[in-house]
C-alpha cells in the first residue's frame, strides 16, 4: 500500500527558506510513470498546484512562484523534498505531498498534509 507522510517546521520566519519532506513508503520514487506533486491551501481558498517531480528527476513548477521553487529528491531515502525561498506570510498554507499517475490521469495517493505559518 503505498503511503506519502509530510514532515517539515510548521513556523518559519517572513524571508526565511522552507523545506518540506516527503517520504514514500510501499513504491519507489523512480518506479513507474509517476508524478509527485507538492499542492497547498491557503486558508479561505482552492487548492493550487505549485509544482512537481517525476520518476525521471524531472521538475516542473508553477510559473506564479519564479525562482522560489525547487524540488529535489533522495531515491536512497525514497524522499523528495520541497524548497520555497524568500517566504512571505502569503506563503502561509496546509502543504500536500500528491502521487499522480500518468497512466491513468489520477492523482492516487495523497499526503495528510502539514500546515505551514509564515510569520514573525
Known amino acids: 500500500q503505498v503511503q506519502l507522510q509530510e514532515s517539515g517546521p510548521g513556523l518559519v520566519k517572513p524571508s526565511q527558506t522552507l523545506s518540506l519532506t516527503c517520504t514514500l513508503s510501499?513504491?519507489?520514487?523512480?518506479?513507474?510513470?509517476?508524478?509527485y506533486n507538492w499542492v497547498r491551501q491557503s486558508p479561505g481558498k482552492g487548492i493550487e498546484w505549485i509544482g512537481y517531480?517525476?520518476?525521471?528527476?524531472?521538475?516542473y513548477y508553477t510559473p506564479s512562484l519564479g525562482n522560489r521553487i525547487s524540488i529535489s529528491r533522495d531515491t536512497s531515502k525514497n524522499q523528495f523534498t520541497l524548497h520555497l525561498s524568500s517566504l512571505t506570510p502569503e506563503d502561509t498554507a496546509v502543504y500536500y505531498c500528491?502521487?499522480?499517475?500518468?497512466?491513468?490521469?489520477?492523482?492516487?495517493?495523497w499526503g495528510q498534509g502539514t500546515q505551514v505559518t509564515v510569520s514573525s
Open positions: 500528491v502521487r499522480f499517475a500518468d497512466s491513468n490521469g489520477y492523482f492516487d495517493s
Open positions: 510501499g513504491g519507489s520514487l523512480t518506479a513507474g510513470d509517476y508524478f
Open positions: 517531480i517525476n520518476y525521471g528527476g524531472t521538475t
